[in-house]
Antibody, heavy 121, light 107 residues
Framework: QLQLQESGPGLVKPSETLSLTCTVS??????????WGWIRQPPGKGLEWIGS???????YYNPSLKSRVTISVDTSKNQFSLKLSSVTAADTAVYYC?????????????WGQGTLVTVSS | DIQMTQSPSSLSASVGDRVTITCRAS??????LNWYQQKPGKAPKLLIY???SLQSGVPSRFSGSGSGTDFTLTISSLQPEDFATYYC?????????FGPGTKVDIK
């Protein structure tokens, strides 16, 4: 059964770069059926899609974050990563990674447990 | 980009009640609509995909309907474990977007 786990620093200083990694287990990140995505949720607020990546490296980003976001994949480690540059307090959120089933229809499942990243000096 | 709205933003209901949540897309998304349930401190859980298909393991009291721009999630008989926040999400565009959520709490 596919499982995802986020990892990375829980505290990032303003103007610096947030970096998170998602490790996929129970299956291959090179599966043709999945894209892989990042979604975030500020405290007490709703879900915001950040971006998605295919194992080939093809990416889609939220236009509102595109200038600051880079998502990459490392098939040798079965991992994909998120970098968000020039962070501010508004980037404080729980960050989730998720598998994006990608056939005729597509949906996010499964999800990682999420990791809280706080932006503060 | 496609904007998603939900109504109501919150509702209070009793165990056994029939609950309906509405989701609307800013343009037609065919049946590319998913529903998630989120409990406090937990990751979202997929309930319904492709507007009306029940995810494996999800109780049959949950159902989804709609196509085009208007969609509904129905809980036929609310159970104590169903008190949570529900989100719709469109997958018509590669730029995915979520609705703002509907919080279902105890009356």
């Amino acid at each position: 059964q596919l499982q995802l786990q986020e990892s990375g620093p829980g505290l990032v200083k303003p103007s610096e770069t947030l970096s998170l990694t998602c490790t996929v287990s129970g299956g291959s990140i090179s599966s043709s059926s999945y894209y892989w995505g990042w979604i975030r949720q500020p405290p007490g607020k709703g879900l915001e899609w950040i971006g998605s990546i295919y194992y080939s490296g093809s990416t889609y980003y939220n236009p509102s974050l595109k200038s600051r976001v880079t998502i990459s994949v490392d098939t040798s480690k079965n991992q994909f990563s998120l970098k968000l540059s020039s962070v501010t307090a508004a980037d404080t959120a729980v960050y989730y990674c998720a598998g994006l089933w990608f056939r005729d229809e597509n949906w996010f499942d499964p999800w990682g447990q999420g990791t809280l990243v706080t932006v503060s000096s | 980009d496609i904007q998603m709205t939900q109504s109501p933003s919150s509702l209070s209901a009793s165990v056994g009640d029939r609950v309906t949540i509405t989701c609307r897309a800013s343009q037609s998304i065919s049946s590319y609509l998913n529903w998630y349930q989120q409990k406090p401190g937990k990751a979202p859980k997929l309930l319904i995909y492709a507007a009306s298909s029940l995810q494996s393991g999800v109780p049959s009291r949950f159902s989804g309907s709609g196509s085009g721009t208007d969609f509904t999630l129905t809980i036929s008989s609310l159970q104590p474990e169903d008190f949570a926040t529900y989100y719709c999400q469109q997958s018509y565009s590669t730029h995915h977007s979520f609705g703002p959520g509907t919080k279902v709490d105890i009356k």
